[in-house]
């Protein structure tokens, strides 16, 4: 299936009202009452099909991340602006469905002089899902060293300090790292945001 978003004309960041719109202007302009007799009906069906299908897809992504709840995540997973347009797109997906297999399968193909900043930064979200904070942090680590000015990355590793700190007696493992006002819930902020693409219901 072609990227949900994309069949839609949306950013993966758009709001629920957004996407619900968006939805609605293509069903009226596509669906098959308008096509009646005319040549193009089976072209219309076929796109009136693919248009449910990518409305359903992201009902799906989003509402699982709504019942996912906040003790899902730990490890830096951001808003999603540059997942539309990422090489590593179908990776993100397989994480927010826990897939985690298939995202390594895709990410260990890659050579190593194609490894970025993004391949260690989904490399440590595999890590963290498997419970392996220790490799997730080194990931997660690497991927903001390369890319410093990432709030994706710098987040992932100030959450990971964070856990630490809180595992370890509210004293951090980085004494250079900043990790005022840590909570359990700031621990649990970020991956949500992957599951979370917030939520709605179908409309018609």
């Known amino acids: ?47 009136m099909k693919e248009i449910n299908e990518a409305y359903d897809e ?3 992504m989003r509402q699982k991340g709504k019942g996912t709840g906040s003790s899902q995540s730990a490890g830096g997973y951001g808003s999603y602006n540059s997942a539309q347009n990422s090489q590593y797109y ?15 399968k895709i990410l260990d ?25 220790e490799q997730a942090n080194t ?10 000015n990432n709030p994706e990355y710098r987040t992932a590793v100030n959450n990971m300090n964070n856990q630490r700190a809180y595992n370890y007696g509210g004293y951090a493992a980085n004494p250079n790292t900043n990790v005022s006002g840590c909570s359990v819930c700031d621990i649990c ?16």
């Open 1 to 47: 299936m072609n990227n949900p978003y994309e069949v839609l004309g949306v950013s993966p960041n758009a709001t629920d009202e957004d996407i619900k719109k968006a939805y609605r202007n293509l069903a009226k302009k596509y669906h098959p009452d308008n096509y009646t007799d005319s040549p193009l009906a089976d072209v219309a069906e076929q796109k």
């Open 58 to 60: 992201i009902n799906r």
């Open 90 to 104: 179908s990776v993100r997906i397989y994480i927010q469905r826990n897939m985690i297999n298939e995202a390594e």
């Open 109 to 133: 193909e890659a050579p190593p002089e194609k490894r970025d900043a993004e391949w260690n930064f989904l490399k440590g979200m595999c890590a963290f899902r498997r419970g392996f904070n």
């Open 139 to 148: 990931y997660f680590n690497t991927a903001c060293n390369m890319d410093p």
């Open 189 to 204: 902020s970020t991956v949500m945001c992957l599951n979370c693409m917030c939520n709605c219901c179908r409309a018609c």
